[in-house]
């Protein structure tokens, strides 16, 4: 496809001059016309068509057939046995003598030596003959078989068949009645095949070229010069001699910047280059951005060269550019930027350093601007942004050149303006598709999930308070010190939001929603409670379900506890059981441990939010003792064992923990009485002075 579309910018005309020869008409130029490549169209067409394959309709009866053909020769077999007349051999001679019609080829064997083994066979012979037949060809009908495979599948057959065990003439006669009552199961649809190839061939546009009208570049008569040819080569009329090394140039450009794609996937997004899907995106961003640049450099605007010869800065290098630091990666999103870039100069004409330079500015800027989302509104402002990075850099590379005038700046800021806006509205207008086609949960996801108006949040809310606050302070805490570790800020928020989801089946077990001095677990086993408050982990993972969250969300329902011990109700148990029965694996969650950085930080911030809250008569020290104590329980549990957070990590978790909580439980002054008196009757006499 690439190849196809660079290739759509260099392919020739069917003219064909040499230095020197007399042309015997004019040849005009006219780029408001549009001529067709007859020749290169019909190649084209005819790869297509070459292309397809046949199609095939599958035969469902095939294999009962078969054996039913098979079925009807032990039948004849076992009717001549049982009436046993006179001519039984010759008769089992005769039947036999069918079998051979197909493979034949096959057998070492007459039928007059099988009909000899039959008219000697007992029951149980033809039984386990029959059975072995019908084993035969399941076997090989298994997979689609054409008329073409038969061959392959009769030699699969005579193979299979020397390995039953039987007396040579019964495997022999298996053999034989296989391969003769075997059928393809897929048919071919002459009908389906004939469309598919009109439809491979219709779809192949025709091959066309743009010239300029009214332009005589050789007259009738004239001899062709060296410089005349190089303007027609250029203006794709000329058919010249170097054009099967121009084919074979692009095709080593392509596999050039192929090649480094690959090797910078390999060596710095090695999970995205062993991800199929992911490189599928890829390739699929990247071949819309050159194929809409290749459609937005053909746009001809009325007789106006001089916006015609600007349409190459309309490139939507940008949006593809966004499209990837949003879906994958923003540092691929840059590396992909510059071959994106390249690709424009080698669409366009003229200007070619020009336009790619524009491009490259551009989609940096575009990538920069959505690397690290906060709000929605951010992908909008990102269009204008763009507009600005284009004017700029248009308006800078015509003064470098020394083309710069009134008219060139106010078209540079029309041009400018409607490629960064048309970039972001292809960004904005493509995400939500991607998405869905390609199952990626992006930053955009991420702020929607956010949003306190989501239906499972709102519900958090009304049916368990306390549990929503709770998650709030959580998100705060694992978000701030999430990008000095490594971590996803806005995918931390958006997990430690969600990670508690499942206390709203029974939010009056968890204490953070208690009201009043009401614990309904003072009245059953602690086993009982121990696992009603694991079981949240369960049920928020199928709110999640019928919420439609993605996977990156419930890894943090189903890992922020990890396989963490409910030591409280452990405890309890222990000090009610007498015999020492309690165990210590029925009061652990079923995990999994915690995978990523982002599900780690949310178990700490968890656990340390609960904990603090816990507290009385807060203070700093007291509040730094117990973040050190949580977060060395739990690696001293193994619950970090399974994330890549280091021990440095830890400690610039602990000490943005210890900030945070630091700053929300900091010590309040009280205000004396007197004055609180006094500032009611300031209120009081203000308000009555209003009156």
Known sequence: MVLLILFSNFSPQQVMLHTDEVAKRDIVSDINAVVVDEKQTAELKQQAVSRVQKAYQEDKYALTNARNDAKSFFINVNDILNNAPPDGQQRLKELLKGIFVTGSQFSNMNPSELSRYLLNANANDLQQMEQATNDMLAMAMDKPVTEEALDSVYEEIAQQSNQLGFAPQAQEIVKLLSINVLRPNMIYNQEATEKARKEAEDSVKPVQKNVKAGEIIVREGERVTAEQISVLEQLGIQRSKSYPFTLLGLVFFILLSFYLVVEYLKRYNADIYNNEKQMLLIGLIFIITILLTRFLTIIEIGNRPGVNAMTGYLAPVAAGAMLIA?????????????????????????????????????????????????????????????????????????????????????????????????????????????????????????????????????????????????????????????????????????????????????????????????????????????????????????????????????????????????????NKALEDDGEGQINENSFRYEGPKPQTKEVALVMLADSVEAAVRSMQDLNTEKIREMVRKIIKDKLDDGQLEECDLTFKDLDVISRTFCKVLEGVYHKRIEYPEVIVDELTKRREHYGNDDN
Do not use: W
Request: aromatic share 8%; hydrophobic share 45%; proline share 3%.
């Open 326 to 570: 949003i879906l994958l990666d923003d540092k691929l999103a840059y590396f992909l930027t510059m071959i994106m870039a390249i690709y424009v100069g080698m669409l366009t004409g003229g200007n070619q350093l020009s336009f790619a330079i524009v491009a490259f500015v551009s989609g940096t800027v575009g990538v920069y601007r959505v690397s690290r989302l906060s709000q929605t509104s951010d992908l909008a402002k990102s269009g204008l942004h763009l507009a600005v990075a284009n004017i700029v850099s248009i308006l800078t590379l015509f003064i470098i050149t020394g083309n710069f005038s009134l008219n060139l700046a106010l078209l540079s800021i029309i041009i400018g303006t409607i490629s960064g806006l048309l970039s972001a509205i292809l960004m904005i207008g493509a995400i939500p598709y991607l998405e869905s086609a390609f199952s990626i949960t992006s930053m955009i996801r991420l702020l929607e999930l956010s949003n306190p108006n989501n239906d499972l949040l709102k519900r958090l809310l009304l049916e368990a308070p306390g549990t929503y606050h709770h998650s709030l302070m959580v998100g705060n805490l694992a978000e701030a010190s999430a990008e000095s570790v490594g971590a996803n800020p806005l995918l931390v928020r958006a997990g430690a939001y969600y990670h508690d989801i499942g206390k709203i089946k029974r939010p009056e077990y968890f204490v953070e929603n208690q009201r009043g001095n009401v614990d309904p677990h003072a009245k059953i086993a602690p086993a009982l409670s121990a696992l009603i408050i694991t079981s949240h982990v369960k049920d928020g993972l199928e709110l999640a379900r019928e919420g439609h969250l993605p996977s990156l969300i419930t890894d943090f329902i189903t890992g922020h506890h990890g396989t963490s011990l409910a030591k409280y109700f452990y």
